[in-house]
C-alpha cells in the first residue's frame, strides 16, 4: 500500500491530506486527533456531525448505557459549524462536496488545520488544538476569507447530538446563552452514573461585524444563528471550547464559564502559545529524530505523540485507554497494554507520569480484590478492563460468532491472568529506572504483596512432578484460551513472586516500620511469604526443549501445524473471530501476536541461540492479528542483530494507524481507534531494538545495531534523574551526558563499562 493514498508528507512534523475518502473518515478521525490526556477531539472538520463520527471523548466520564458497555463518554461539540453564504450552505462533506478540502496535522503540538475552497474562490480556513495548559480547553480560529457575497449566516453553538459507540450516553439537557458575555453552555447528565457534564464555548468575531443573533434551543442542543457582515472581505471567529465534569470539581459549570471568560480574555495566538511551551518541554525529552527517512521520522512522531496525548498524566486515578481519548472503543481503558507498551516510554522520560500511572493500579487495588473474591482467589486479581474503579469491565460475552449471531463467552476477564504480574514487573522496571524506593514502600509494596497473594491462590501443586503449575489459562495469544502453564505466565508469575519476595526482605531489612503498618492492613501473615518462596521456587518453567523451542502452553506442538493464509481460506465471513471456542485457529499453531517472543522482550534470560530458534519458529506461525505484536518481534529481531527485519516490523507497526491497516471490526465489535499500545511499541522498538536498551540489577546497557534505510537515529533518556543524549548511526554509538546532571552517569555498552561525569561524551565504533 501506498502512503500517499493515505496522506503526505511535508516534513518530520506534518502530515497533509488533501482529499477526503469516505471509507477513511473513521480512521481520519482518531489519526488527526487533538488532545491532551483530558480530552480527545477528532480530526473532523467544522461541518461535520455524528454521521462523520464527530466526537470529543472526555476522560473519566464512565456510563453504562446499554446495559453491556460501559464507556467514556463524548462532549456535546461546542465547535459546531454551518455556514450559510447567500442562502447556500456550504461544507466538505464526503459524497457531496461543495468544498475541496486539504487538511494538516502538525505533530509537534497537535495542531488540526483546514483550509478549503469552495464555489466563488470563497476560503475556509479553520485551526484547533487541545491545549496542553489548560487541559479543559479546545481553542479554535475560524475563518473565511474572499467573501463578495452579502449575505452570510453562521451557525454555532454547542450540540449535543454527538457519535456515541454502545448506547447514548448524556440527557437531561439545559443551556444558556449570555450575550454580553459572548457565552454559551450545555449541561447534562449521563444517564447511568449520573456525572454531570459541561460544555461552555466562548467567541468573539475578531473580523467581521455581527448584523443580528437569533438563538435556537433545541432539546440537546443550543444554537445561534449569527448573521455577519465581512470586514475586508473576510470573516474571522475565534472560538474556544470548555469542557468540565463533576469528576474534576464540585461546580463544574462555574469552572467552564471561567475558562471560557479567560479563554476570551486572551488571544488565540496567544493561548497557542501557551500550549505550545508545554510540548516544548515534552519533545526535549520525548523526541526521537530519525535521519535518512522523513516518512519514517513523521511516522514515528506521529507514534509519540500518540501514546502522550492518551496518557492522563495529570492525574494519579485514570487510566490509558487501549485507544486513548481517540474514540470510545475499548472503553477507554486500561489493558496490559499500559504498563508493558505504553509505559516503558515514560519510565525514561517524564517519571511522574509513569509514577501516576502506577499509582492508578494503587488506587484500583480495592477492584481488583473485588474480582479475585468473587472468582475465589486472594489478593488482587486485575482486571482484564480496566477503568476508573479498576473493577472488571469486560463483558463475559466480547465478540460474537458471526455466522450464528450467537455470542461468544470470551474469557478475556477471568482467565487472562497475567495482567496482574505485568503490573508487578512495571513496579520493578520502575524502580530500577528511577530508584524512586518511597514510591515502592508507600504504594508498590502493596501491589507487589497483594499480586502474590493472587498468584499463591492461584497455582495448583502438581504433587507428581512435585512442582507448581497454572491451569486454564489464556496468555497474550489470545486465540488459544484454556491453556495450561502458558510460558509467559508462569515466566510473570515466578517474577511478580520474586520482586514481591525481595522488596518485603528490603522493607524488613531497611523499613521494618512501615512493613509491620502495610502487613497490619493487609493482615499479611508470615506463612504467605514462605509460600511464595516455595512456589517461586517450584513454579513450572517450560525450558527451551532439545531443538531449544519453548512450548507456548502445554499441548501447543501437538496441534496443527499450518500458517495464517491457510486459515484465511477456510474463513467462511470475512468477520469471523479467530479464535476460542470453535474459531479456525483455535486447534492450530496459529497465533494471534507475540507470547513466548513477548517473554523475550521483557526477560533476558535466554540465550540468543533460543531467542534465534524461537524468534524463526513462531514468526511464520504468528498472524499478528494485535497490534501489540509487530513491534515485540522488532526488539527480539534487533537482539539477533537482525536489523532489517526490525525495520520491516517497524513498518507493521507504525503504520498501523496512519494507513489503516488494522480492521475496524471484529466479531461483531468495533475495535477502531488509535492502537495506543503499538505506537508506544514504536519507542521500544527504537530504544529497546535498535539502541539496544536494556535495565536491570546491573544497570543499564546498549546492544545497538541500525538498519539501512535510517542514517541516525537521536534521543534523550532520563536514567535515575540523569539526562542524557543517545545517537545511533551504522559507524557510530554517542552517548551525551547532559552538564547539568548532579552525578556520573554510568552505563555498559556491548558489556563494556562507561562512566561519564556530567557534560562528557563517549563515540564507541561499531
Ligand atoms: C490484544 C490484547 C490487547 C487488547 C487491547 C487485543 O486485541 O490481543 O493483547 O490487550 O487487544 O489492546
Given at each position: 500500500m501506498n502512503h500517499q493514498d493515505f496522506f503526505k508528507v511535508k516534513d518530520g512534523w506534518n502530515l497533509e491530506i488533501e482529499s477526503i475518502k469516505e471509507e477513511q473518515l473513521v480512521h481520519f478521525g482518531s489519526n488527526l486527533l487533538c488532545g491532551n490526556g483530558y480530552l480527545g477531539y477528532r480530526?473532523?472538520?467544522?461541518?461535520?456531525n455524528k454521521e462523520q463520527y464527530q466526537a470529543c471523548v472526555v476522560t473519566d466520564t464512565y456510563d453504562l448505557a446499554d446495559g453491556k458497555w460501559k464507556e467514556l463518554s463524548n462532549s456535546p461539540n461546542a465547535l459546531t459549524t454551518e455556514l450559510k453564504i447567500d442562502g447556500e450552505r456550504l461544507g466538505d462533506y464526503p459524497g457531496q462536496n461543495e468544498m475541496t478540502t486539504k487538511l494538516n496535522f502538525n505533530y509537534k503540538y497537535g495542531i488540526f488545520r483546514r483550509k478549503s475552497i469552495a464555489d466563488k474562490n470563497i476560503e475556509v480556513v479553520s485551526e484547533r488544538f487541545a491545549s496542553f495548559d489548560n487541559l479543559h480547553l479546545i481553542a479554535n480560529n475560524f475563518q473565511i476569507n474572499n467573501i463578495e457575497a452579502n449575505e452570510i449566516e453562521l451557525k454555532i453553538g454547542i450540540n449535543g447530538d454527538v457519535w456515541d459507540l454502545n448506547g447514548t450516553h448524556l440527557e437531561n439537557f439545559t443551556g444558556e446563552y449570555n450575550s454580553n458575555k459572548n457565552t454559551l453552555y450545555l449541561k447534562a447528565n449521563t444517564v447511568e452514573s449520573k456525572i454531570t457534564l459541561v460544555t461552555a464555548l466562548s467567541f468573539k468575531f475578531k473580523k467581521g461585524k455581527i448584523k443580528n443573533i437569533k438563538v435556537e434551543n433545541e432539546e440537546k442542543s443550543i444554537y445561534l444563528l449569527v448573521s455577519v457582515d465581512a470586514e475586508s472581505d473576510r470573516i474571522v471567529l475565534a472560538r474556544n471550547m470548555i469542557v468540565y465534569s463533576s469528576n474534576d470539581l464540585a461546580n463544574p459549570l462555574q469552572a467552564a464559564l471561567n475558562d471560557a471568560a479567560a479563554a476570551l480574555e486572551s488571544s488565540f495566538e496567544n493561548l497557542r502559545r501557551e500550549h505550545q511551551a508545554v510540548w516544548d518541554k515534552k519533545w526535549e525529552l520525548m523526541d526521537i529524530k530519525v535521519r535518512g527517512n522523513l516518512l519514517d521520522q513523521l511516522a514515528v512522531r506521529f507514534n509519540l505523540y500518540h501514546n502522550i496525548i492518551a496518557a492522563p498524566a495529570h492525574s494519579e486515578r485514570l487510566p490509558i485507554g487501549a485507544?486513548?481519548?481517540?474514540?470510545q472503543a475499548y472503553q477507554g481503558a486500561a489493558f496490559w497494554d499500559q504498563e508493558i507498551f505504553n509505559l516503558p516510554m515514560f519510565l525514561f522520560t517524564e517519571t511522574e507520569t509513569a509514577k501516576n500511572i502506577l499509582k492508578y493500579r494503587y488506587h484500583t487495588l480495592k477492584g481488583a480484590r473485588k474480582k479475585a473474591e468473587e472468582l475465589g482467589y486472594a489478593g488482587a486479581f486485575y482486571a482484564w478492563i480496566s477503568g476508573k474503579t479498576g473493577e472488571e469491565l469486560c463483558p463475559s460475552f466480547f465478540f460474537k460468532d458471526v455466522i450464528s449471531g450467537r455470542k461468544i463467552r470470551n474469557h478475556f476477564n477471568d482467565w487472562q491472568i497475567h495482567v496482574s504480574p505485568d503490573i508487578s514487573y512495571a513496579i520493578w522496571k520502575y524502580y530500577l529506572a528511577t530508584e524512586d524506593i518511597d514510591f515502592v514502600i508507600n504504594y508498590g509494596s502493596e501491589i507487589l504483596f497483594e499480586v502474590a497473594r493472587f498468584l499463591h491462590s492461584r497455582v495448583h501443586y502438581n504433587q507428581y512432578q512435585d512442582h507448581y503449575e497454572i491451569i486454564r489459562l489464556l496468555g497474550?495469544?489470545?486465540?488459544?484460551?484454556?491453556?495450561?502453564?502458558n510460558a509467559f505466565t508462569n515466566y510473570q508469575t515466578q517474577f511478580a513472586l520474586k520482586k514481591a519476595l525481595y522488596f518485603y526482605h528490603k522493607m524488613e531489612n531497611e523499613y521494618p516500620e512501615k512493613l509491620e503498618m502495610l502487613k497490619e492492613k493487609i493482615n499479611l501473615l508470615e506463612s504467605e511469604i514462605t509460600s511464595w518462596q516455595q512456589i517461586a521456587e517450584k513454579i513450572y518453567l517450560p525450558c527451551p526443549d532439545q531443538d531449544n523451542l519453548i512450548e507456548q502452553f502445554d499441548g501447543y506442538f501437538d496441534l496443527e501445524d499450518t500458517t495464517a493464509e491457510v486459515l484465511e481460506e477456510r474463513l467462511i465471513n470475512q468477520d469471523e473471530y479467530w479464535g476460542w471456542p470453535n474459531g479456525v485457529a483455535v486447534f492450530t499453531q496459529v497465533i494471534k501476536q507475540a507470547d513466548v517472543i513477548q517473554l523475550f522482550t521483557l526477560h533476558d534470560i535466554f540465550s540468543e541461540t533460543v531467542l534465534a530458534a524461537n524468534y524463526d519458529y513462531y514468526e511464520p506461525r504468528t498472524?499478528?492479528?494485535?497490534?501489540?505484536?509487530p513491534s515485540q518481534y522488532a526488539v527480539v529481531a534487533a537482539r539477533l542483530g537482525r536489523a532489517e527485519e526490525t525495520y520491516n516490523y517497524f513498518k507493521k507497526s507504525a503504520f498501523i494507524d496512519l494507513m489503516s491497516?488494522?480492521?475496524?471490526?471484529?466479531g461483531g465489535t468495533f475495535i477502531g481507534g488509535i492502537h495506543t499500545a503499538a505506537a508506544g511499541g514504536i519507542w521500544q522498538l527504537i530504544?529497546?531494538?535498535?539502541?539496544g536498551l536494556k535495565i536491570d540489577k546491573e544497570g543499564l546497557s546498549f546492544k545497538p545495531v541500525l538498519c539501512q534505510e535510517w542514517r541516525e537515529v537521536e534521543f534523550n533518556l532520563n536514567y535515575r534523574n540523569k539526562k542524557f543524549k543517545v545517537i545511533l548511526n551504522k559507524n557510530i554509538f554517542q552517548l551525551k551526558a547532559n552538564v547539568e546532571n548532579n552525578e556520573i552517569l554510568e552505563s555498559n555498552v556491548f558489556e563494556k563499562k562507561y562512566m561519564l561525569k556530567p557534560g562528557e561524551e563517549v563515540k564507541i565504533e561499531l
Open positions: 480530526g473532523t472538520l467544522d461541518e461535520w485507544r486513548g481519548l481517540s474514540c497474550p495469544d489470545e486465540y488459544h484460551e484454556n491453556v495450561d502453564n498472524q499478528h492479528g494485535s497490534s501489540l505484536s491497516t488494522n480492521k475496524a471490526v471484529s530504544v529497546n531494538g535498535f539502541a
